[in-house]
């Protein structure tokens, strides 16, 4: 009996969050939450926070607190502290007090978003949540911990974008990279060529006549807020010089040409204009995002700048510049292009095709996404670019979860599986080492649309392997098992059922 007794009260339990904490202890107590239980604020600037616990409280638990600068125990405090860190957050808790403390408003929304799944799994007994106290004390592994929606392929609109940050600042995802144009749609609306968003968004991938749609700039701008009430920032990619097809049924006087298979697909690197018309679109778009970032995309351009050679503006420009083959002229475009972007103070992002130039390193950040080209990823981290890894397997969320699956992309046999995703670790890849691992800004998931048509397949592609994305972008490895996550995952699918999310189950076979 002792024996079993003892085996009970020494069982460590898992700690029921996700991304799973840098630490935390289970504390033998319940906090009583109800009605009456006051958020209590140390200080002004935490508001923010405070607001976010009370908003989700009441839509996750059905519970309405009230914010007050003082108020008796029990209660739920948060507080300024000397912790180093923007996101390093610290959660105590007893039966008496939850207290939530961080360097800033960030911090200690993480410590908000960490009670808040602890009270997503709580029982109810009479009018209380019984939440379990823990004891946690958290930072993130890393600082870019992104998700990418193509939604040129196939559009899904500000609700469905919304829904998503919203499981993004659940998960602690903190970037949302948001793939705007391609050759199927342009998707925002530029306001000195409006043609880009009236004629370019017409269409998607599987239905080329499907009415435009497009987000006007005051979309954008709400978005760019709800997302920044979540600590996310929103990053738009405008794609160049490839991929340019719907700007250029637009705007045909800027097309550089294309190929059989990818008509109208690049912009023209021989003409002035193309420049000028460009940076004018930029312009407008960092004016939309705070973020201070631009992705270029710089991917792919050899599908279709077949006509570029014969051309004869582009003739002349390699005469003048002394460029010798086409992809120097596409190395001269990106170079234009990014000086625009560094003069608008603004970082250039691009795909990891840019990684062979010479750019400024404190102001670019490359994606990684060629998984079978390790060598990208080799000459991205000699040139000291600060990276973030995206590579199609496991980081591809078109790619299909099972082996079972037929609908979405395979590499020969290989796939993205939950496991895979949660698995992944930089420091297996070749070329990275204890010097250059400090260049790894983070990893980010990528979802390309091509075969994700509506909402309901976005979110089978999407739940849960974002969750596992979480946890490899936040956790640390130490802290990181299979067998928990999945534990914890099972909990959370309860949740995706009360939003009615039509997620994978990789666990019912
Ligand atoms: C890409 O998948 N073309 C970046």
């Not at 961080?102 to 009270?119: D, E, K, R």
């Not at 009018?127 to 911990?145: G, K």
């Not at 582009?314 to 001269?332: C, D, F, G, I």
């Not at 400090?438 to 849960?464: C, F, H, S």
């Amino acid at each position: 009996m002792l024996a079993l007794f003892q085996v009970g009260a020494n069982a460590q339990h898992i700690c029921p969050v996700i991304p799973q904490p840098s630490a935390s202890t289970e504390v033998p107590a319940f906090f009583k939450l109800n009605k009456s239980t006051a958020i209590v604020v140390d200080d002004e600037s935490l508001l923010p926070a405070a607001r976010y616990l009370q908003k989700q409280l009441l839509s996750q638990n059905k519970i309405a607190l009230a914010i007050q600068a003082k108020a008796k125990s029990p209660h739920i405090r948060l507080s300024l502290s000397k912790k180093a860190g923007a996101e390093s957050y610290q959660l105590e808790m007893n039966a008496r007090e939850i207290h939530i403390s961080g360097a800033g408003n960030q911090a200690v929304f993480y410590g908000v978003i960490s009670l808040l799944q602890l009270t997503s799994s709580a029982k109810s007994s009479q009018d209380n949540l019984l939440v379990q106290c823990w004891n946690i004390e958290d930072r993130p592994a890393y600082s870019w911990r992104g998700l990418m929606l193509d939604e040129s392929r196939h559009f899904f609109g500000a609700d469905k974008v919304k829904f998503i940050l919203n499981w993004m600042a659940f998960y602690k995802l903190n970037r949302f990279h948001w793939h705007l144009t391609d050759e199927p749609a342009w998707r925002i609306e530029i306001k000195s060529y409006p043609r880009l968003a009236l004629v370019g968004g017409i269409g998607s991938y599987t239905n080329p006549y499907a009415p435009a749609q497009f987000y006007t700039q005051e979309q954008v701008a709400e978005i760019v807020q709800y997302a920044a009430e979540r600590h996310i920032t929103v990053i738009p990619e405008i794609d160049m010089p490839g991929h340019a097809t719907a700007a250029n049924n637009a705007y045909p006087q800027f097309s550089g040409g294309g190929s059989e298979k990818h008509p109208e697909f690049t912009f023209h690197p021989g003409k002035e204009s193309t420049y000028s018309y460009l940076t004018d679109i930029l312009r407008e778009v960092n004016a939309l995002f705070p973020a201070g970032m631009l992705h270029l995309g710089g991917d792919e351009v050899s599908f279709g700048n077949d006509k570029w050679l014969a051309d004869p503006d582009v003739k002349s420009l390699m005469a003048r510049k002394r460029l010798k083959t086409v992809q120097e002229v596409e190395q001269y475009f990106m170079q234009r292009m990014a000086d625009s972007v560094y003069a608008m103070n603004a970082k250039l992002l691009a795909w990891d095709e840019v990684a062979g130039m010479n750019l400024p390193k404190k102001e670019t950040i490359v994606f990684w996404w060629r998984h079978d080209k390790p060598q990208q990823l080799q000459t991205t981290l000699d040139k000291g670019y600060q990276t973030v890894l995206c590579p199609r397997i496991p980081f591809y969320f078109d790619f299909v979860q099972d082996s079972t699956h037929s609908l979405g992309r395979k590499w020969n046999k290989a796939y993205s599986g939950l496991q895979d995703v949660y698995d992944f670790k930089a420091a297996n890849l070749p070329g990275v080492n204890s010097s250059n691992q400090k260049q790894i800004l983070g990893v980010q998931a990528n979802v390309w649309t091509e075969t994700i048509a509506d909402n309901y397949r976005l979110d089978y592609m999407l739940y849960p392997r974002i969750a596992a994305l979480a946890e490899t972008a936040w956790s640390s490895n130490d802290k990181k098992s299979y067998t928990s996550f999945a534990q914890n995952l099972k909990q959370h699918f309860l949740l995706y059922n009360n939003e009615r999310i039509n997620y994978f189950n990789p666990f019912k076979k």
